[in-house]
């Protein structure tokens, strides 16, 4: 178990959540749900109320404690203001997942940037991750370049297993459509 240990950078700082930030992490996700509705539908769904909120900062220090998502909030240091919030998620074969989203307000200021640095060491040195993961949709130049800024190449994902002729998504579509997603891998140096 890793202890819940913040995260400083020269602007920001990145720790888990607690119970107190409940009211600042909803009203985040409720001004920016239109916004983050494609990225993050799981999480806007998760999160309806004030009172769901609550209920899902407690499921991320489960999460912590047992080392299966590490969830930061993203504070400004001068203000203390919250800006949105970046994780981690080991999967299989020392690789974890990055995932991120800023308030609108806060995009194109270097935030982004400045909290993924950081969770890229917490992933390398921290949580032992031998390969870092970014996915962002084809249409989110923004996520692209930070990801190359930090060192993340584009790389092809695997072959999705062949799909089962007889399962269809819906009746009257034939074709299940995803869309673009891009990978990003950053190796351990």
């Known amino acids: 178990m890793l202890p819940p240990t913040p995260l400083l950078t020269n602007r920001l700082l990145l720790r888990p ?5 409940a009211p600042a992490f909803f009203a985040v996700l409720d001004q920016n749900r239109a916004r983050l509705q494609e990225s993050f539908p799981d999480r806007l769904q998760a999160v309806p109320t004030l009172a769901a909120a609550a209920s899902q900062l407690a499921a991320f220090a489960d999460d912590w404690r047992t080392g299966r998502f590490y969830v930061l909030g993203i504070w400004l240091r001068e203000t203390l203001a919250y800006l949105g919030d970046i994780c981690l998620m080991p999967q299989l074969d020392g690789q974890a997942e990055i995932g991120y989203y800023l308030t609108a307000a ?41 990801a190359q800024a930090l060192g993340f190449a584009q790389e092809l994902p695997e072959p999705a297993p062949a799909s089962v002729p007889w399962l269809r998504r819906s009746f009257w579509a034939r074709e299940f459509r995803q869309p673009d997603i891009l990978y990003f891998i950053r190796q351990l140096a």
Request: with cysteine; aromatic share 10%.
């Open 106 to 146: 806060a995009e194109g200021q270097g935030y982004a940037r400045e909290a993924l640095a950081a969770v890229c060491s917490f992933g390398f040195e921290g949580v032992g991750a031998r390969r870092l993961l970014i996915r962002c949709f084809a249409s989110n130049t923004r996520g692209q370049a930070v």
């Open 17 to 21: 959540y607690e119970a107190a930030d």
